[in-house]
């Protein structure tokens, strides 16, 4: 299984919202990651767990809150978004260290109304 | 010194044409190269990736050529078809980048039938 799952496909959400969006791989990486993705750019990272700790935070608002469960799940609560929030919501996930590949998820298209 | 830059930043052929997309980086301790493929709404996939102990690398109809004197390297796709019609994106990491893929800003080709 080389697969990346990620849930919702889309999601709606207004400013006041909360919402979660929810990652999970079974491959036995132990490095997972969100990157944010707008059109016709390439993905940003956000952030990097390793062994399920925060390793990396890029500068990144903290109304984005992630959250890594376990060695499987990863997920990113949402809170107070903006407008300019909504793009693509990318997890991915690799060994340690990534001198490999990294394998992504198909993607939240997230847009914040 | 993190940079990769990608072009051209679009590129249109006919079917069974043969498009190069070329990457250019900075940072010698950069010492894994993947090629990224993304179609609209998906998640980027990996299609091939090399290291710089080797000069070119095929698998299919994608070649990758890399040049480690010139720290650049490229995207050949032999007999295109239309539905290789994707954006590409480049990228490079390596031991001290902790973890982060560096992304080209991405090629969107377009392959007419």
């Known amino acids: 299984d080389t697969e990346v799952t990620q849930t919702p496909k889309h999601l709606v959400m207004g400013m006041t919202n909360k919402k979660s969006l929810k990652c999970e791989q079974h491959m036995g990486h132990r490095a997972m990651y969100w990157y944010k993705q707008k059109a016709k750019k390439p993905p940003e990272l956000m952030f990097v767990y390793s062994y399920e700790k925060l390793s990396i935070n890029e500068s990144v608002p903290s109304r984005f809150s992630p959250e890594c469960p376990n060695s499987s799940l990863l997920n990113l609560h949402l809170h107070a978004l903006q407008p300019e929030d909504s793009a693509l919501y990318l997890c991915a996930s690799s060994r340690i260290p990534l001198l490999g590949e990294a394998f992504f998820g198909q993607g939240t298209r997230l847009t914040v109304v | ?113």
């Open chain 2, 1 to 113: 010194q993190q940079q990769v830059k990608q072009s051209p930043q679009s590129l249109i052929v006919q079917k069974g044409g043969i498009p190069i997309i070329n990457c250019a980086y900075e940072n010698t301790a950069f010492d894994y190269f993947p090629w990224y493929q993304q179609f609209p709404g998906k998640g980027p996939a990996l299609l091939i990736a090399i290291r710089p102990d080797v000069s070119e690398k095929k698998e299919g109809r994608f070649t990758i050529s890399f040049n480690k004197s010139a720290k650049q390297f490229s995207l050949h796709i032999m007999d295109s078809q239309p539905g290789d019609s994707a954006t590409y994106f480049c990228a490079a990491t390596g031991k001290t980048s902790g973890s982060r893929l560096t992304f080209g800003e991405g090629t969107q080709l377009t392959v007419n039938p």
